[in-house]
């Protein structure tokens, strides 16, 4: 809304690639969760950073001084095909490289996902993959706000955690990769689980087998 472009960064980041994407997209300000302030580059070595908050305590600007009052600001106007964001690439056959989402992709992209998948009003959703990569931004995040649903972050991933934390809190979608979907079912209590409002499974990244679909049809036919 703010026309700020926002920067996803990966908590797994250390300082030589941080460094590289905040100079390389010229990043204006950085908020951070203290636990990583160790991997966080030298002032000198970012000029462009005028801002950097910190959440959780640590030498930066407070997160909470954000709530603070201040006069109104006037957002400048938003064209549709104007970015929304950068992601990241992984550089693997190079330094890595801004991907440009802009406001109407990304807008389409949630439709999508909405329709498709016939997603209802007040999904539950668990984010267990990255947030600064599209599936869990665009796929989890973006569009169960979509739909006015409820995210539930994972900081990492454990496939007995996923389950409990599914069954907990009545989990009715996610997207993970294949072998997220086999850590599962490697579970020997996985049965024992009330996975019975896990209605939305997507996958990507890598081929499902077939047997993985098959056991999953077999054991959650809700799924």
Known sequence: RAGIIAVPMNTRQ?????????????????????????????????????????????????????LADAAPVTFAPIAEEDPLCLLYTSGTTGQPKGAVLTHVGTVHSMLHYRDTWRLKEGEIAALAVPASHVTGLVAIILTTFLVAGTVLVMPAFKARRFLELATRERMSYTLMVPAMYNLCLLDVDFTSFDLSAWRIAGFGGAPMPGATIARLAETLPGL
Request: proline share 8%.
């Open 14 to 66: 250390r300082r030589p690639e941080i460094e590289f994407a905040l100079n390389q997209c010229g990043a204006a300000g950085l908020i951070h969760d203290a636990a990583h302030a160790a991997n966080l580059p030298a002032a000198s070595a970012t000029p462009a950073l005028a801002h950097v908050f910190v959440v959780g305590g640590g030498q930066a600007t407070p997160f909470d001084a954000l």
